[in-house]
């Protein structure tokens, strides 16, 4: 049995940012820089305008010693949480049919 959250589960931008860019006292600049990737690109990402790729989650891993794991992981809540909150598309999906021995 799976329990449906109501709440939707925190962007791992804003985790990079509360719980790294801050403690460290480092701009979205220097981080961008930092992680090879451009300041827009960050920002975006911070903001949750742009999901975790697995780019970025290896960037991430290496750059504060975590694994690409964990970001993924946390960015796949957000993806599970989406669809279970957007409403499935009925008609989309009204034509498969279970797999079964």
Known sequence: MSRVRNRRP??????FLNDV??????NISD??????VS????SL???GHIPCSRDMATRLGKATDTSME?????????DVWESE???????????IEKLTA
């Open 10 to 15: 925190t962007h791992p931008g804003q985790v």
């Open 31 to 36: 981080a961008a820089r930092k992680l090879g």
């Open 85 to 95: 909150h957007e409403g499935i598309d009925a008609e989309k999906y009204a034509f």
């Open 70 to 78: 964990s970001w993924l992981n946390m960015q796949t809540a957000i």
């Open 45 to 47: 990402f911070i903001n």
């Open 21 to 26: 860019l801050v403690p460290l006292k480092t």
């Open 39 to 42: 300041r827009k690109h960050l």
